[in-house]
C-alpha cells in the first residue's frame, strides 16, 4: 500500500487549502473497508491526529481543528481528503495521511504512512 498526500502549500492566515492522499496497493475493493486518518507535526512538537474515519464514514477531529477541517473520502478515486478553512498560523506542519488495517478508528494502530504535505500559514 503507498499514500501520496498533496496540496499543501502556503496561504495567509484565514484561508482554506484542500489536501488529498491518493491511495494505491490496497487488494481488490478493499479501499474504503478500513479506518482512514490525517496526522500533522508541528515543528518541535510530536506528531498529532487532527481527523480520522471509519469505514463506515464516521469522523472525529482533533480539538483543535474542530469546526474548521473536514475529513471525506472519493472512494472511486480511492482519495482521501482534508477540507481545511480558516487556517491559523498554529496549523503550520507537515500533513501526513495514514491507514490502518482494521475498519474502526478507536484505539486503532496506523500501518501505512504518506511522506508528508508541508502546509505553511502566515
Known amino acids: 500500500v503507498q499514500l501520496v498526500e498533496s496540496g499543501g502549500g502556503s496561504v495567509q492566515a484565514g484561508g482554506s487549502l484542500r489536501l488529498s492522499c491518493a491511495a494505491s496497493?490496497?487488494?481488490?475493493?478493499?479501499?474504503?473497508?478500513?479506518?482512514m486518518g490525517w496526522f500533522r507535526q508541528a515543528p518541535g512538537k510530536e506528531r498529532e491526529a487532527i481527523a480520522d474515519?471509519?469505514?463506515?464514514?464516521?469522523?472525529s477531529y482533533g480539538g483543535s481543528v474542530k469546526g474548521r477541517f473536514t475529513i471525506s473520502e472519493d472512494y472511486a478515486k480511492k482519495t482521501l481528503l482534508l477540507q481545511m478553512n480558516s487556517l491559523k498560523p498554529e496549523d503550520t506542519g507537515i500533513y501526513y495521511c495514514?491507514?490502518?488495517?482494521?475498519?474502526?478508528?478507536?484505539?486503532?494502530?496506523?500501518?501505512?504512512w504518506g511522506q508528508g504535505t508541508q502546509v505553511t500559514v502566515s
Open positions: 496497493g490496497y487488494a481488490g475493493n478493499s479501499y474504503g473497508s478500513y479506518c
Open positions: 474515519m471509519d469505514s463506515d464514514g464516521s469522523t
Open positions: 495514514a491507514g490502518a488495517t482494521v475498519p474502526r478508528c478507536a484505539g486503532a494502530y496506523f500501518t501505512y
